[in-house]
């Protein structure tokens, strides 16, 4: 059974930082291209970053530096440690799981951030 479990989220004011965990089973790890995405309400799920099993990794434009993902293969988990957060960064967070080149795509049940003074 895959399970994609996200911890770490929270209440952040201002310019602070937060690091989300999301712990992967259930699934060969290492050979799938770990993501987060973010949905703020009212608006459509959109790519934060993703890092390949090689460690290539993509991020939003948006971000401008703020935001890094992690991966630990030994331990299944990949993480965002997320920095200078903005309110504009208030979203529910998804850890997901791609296999590309197949179907194989998995979420997490996503985990909330806000950020607010």
């Known amino acids: 059974q895959v399970q994609l479990v996200e911890s770490g989220g929270g209440l952040s004011r201002p310019g602070g930082s937060l690091r989300l965990s999301c712990a992967a089973s259930g699934f060969v790890f290492n050979i799938y291209t770990m993501g987060w995405y973010r949905q703020a309400p009212g608006k459509q799920r959109e790519l934060v970053a993703t890092m390949t099993p090689g460690g290539l990794t993509k991020y939003s434009d948006s971000l401008k530096g703020r935001f890094t993902i992690s991966r630990d293969n030994a331990k299944n988990t990949v993480y965002l440690e997320m920095n200078d957060l903005e309110p504009e960064d208030t979203a529910v967070y998804y850890c997901?799981?791609?296999?590309?080149?197949?179907?194989?795509?998995?979420w997490g049940q996503g985990i909330q951030v806000t950020v607010s003074s």
């Open positions: 997901n799981a791609d296999r590309r080149g197949t179907r194989l795509d998995y």
